[in-house]
């Protein structure tokens, strides 16, 4: 390993990481219009979610020891090519918890209540603004959640908060946890968003969740049903939640994330009325920032240092390749 260890960057890190390494490590991150720029003298990689690093990446990267994913998602890292290739594997599962929750909460608030429309017509100064206005009162509303998980959890602690009734379908929580959150388990998905006036989704992304909200599923769900997606936007079938919008099945929808990310411009869903579409930034927050790739250095520098990192994702690869020690 380099001697500091360099860590690369997808793209120019945060000045408060370089004060925070002090002198542990060396940062580099692409210099000119190739992606890879620099990785071929990676020792570690804090990877964005831009990237597929898979065996073409790592190939490319003799060095590499460990790549921390800034974010909870590691659906863009193809995990048995990095186990193939000796390199650990992190996530940052906590750092956007806080942040992509307010973020699910204040798309719940906006489309249930109409907020876009309604800003709509006082910009075509169409009048009569109170008897035209459709807004769903959350206190007593129920709120299904697919996913109860750290950020599905925190929704689920502000919305019971406001009065929501709060469900959740999450077949890898414990009763214990339901308990805890004072949130109705369901153990069928189907019958989970069949009653809710609000669905929100925070479940992971992988070959069996891909389009788990498709045109089956949303036939399950009540008329007039509103939507949100903060997770990962082939979570949902665009064209079935598109069809469902223009027959007023779907009442409306929040969508941080998308398929594809970015929407281009003149895309069905960011002409629609009724979705508000945000470019992936629920985490964005310069507090969510600094705790994400704080988390993901401290990562890296655990692995350098020959500390299994505490998110490993591939626990069996460690110690990894290069590496002169047995772990811990």
């Given at each position: ?63 590499l020891r ?54 709509l017509r ?13 807004a769903l ?192």
């Amino acid at each position: 390993m380099a001697d500091p260890p360099i860590i690369w960057f997808d793209r120019s890190p945060n000045s408060v990481l370089t004060d925070r390494v002090d002198g542990k490590a060396t940062f580099s991150w692409p210099t000119s219009a190739d992606p890879l720029d620099g990785i071929d003298d990676a020792d570690g990689v804090i990877a964005g979610a831009s990237i597929i690093y898979d065996q073409s990446v790592f190939v490319e990267a003799p060095n590499l020891r460990v790549l921390a994913r800034a974010g909870i998602g590691f659906d863009n890292v193809v995990l048995d090519d990095a186990t193939a290739y000796g390199i650990a594997v992190c996530n940052t599962p906590d750092g956007p918890t806080i942040s992509t929750a307010e973020h699910a909460l204040a798309l719940i608030f906006s489309v249930s209540k109409g907020l876009k429309q309604s800003e709509l017509r006082l910009h075509r100064q169409e009048g009569n603004y109170g008897p035209l206005h459709r807004a769903l009162e959350l206190d007593g509303a129920s709120l299904t959640l697919i996913g109860l998980g750290r950020i599905g959890s925190r929704v689920a602690k502000v919305a019971t908060a406001v009065g929501m009734h709060v469900t959740a379908y999450d077949p890898f929580e414990s009763d214990e946890h339901f308990e805890t959150l004072g949130v109705e388990r369901s153990i069928d998905l189907k019958q989970a968003v069949s009653e809710a006036q609000v669905i929100s989704v925070h479940a992971p992304l992988n070959s069996e969740t891909r389009h788990l909200v498709d045109s089956e599923l949303i036939g399950h769900m009540r008329d007039g049903v509103f939507i949100v997606n903060t997770a990962r936007g082939a979570l949902i079938d665009d064209h079935a939640l598109f069809v469902a919008l223009e027959s007023g099945k779907v009442a409306g929808a929040g969508l941080d994330v998308t398929e594809p990310e970015p929407l281009p411009s003149g895309h069905p869903l960011l002409e629609h009325e009724n979705v508000l579409v945000t470019p992936h930034v629920a985490s964005a927050t310069p507090e969510g920032r600094e705790r994400i790739f704080s988390m993901a250095l401290d990562q890296v520098l655990s692995a350098f240092a020959g500390i299994k990192p505490s998110h490993i994702l591939n626990p069996e690869v460690w110690p990894g390749r290069n590496s002169d020690n047995e772990g811990n």
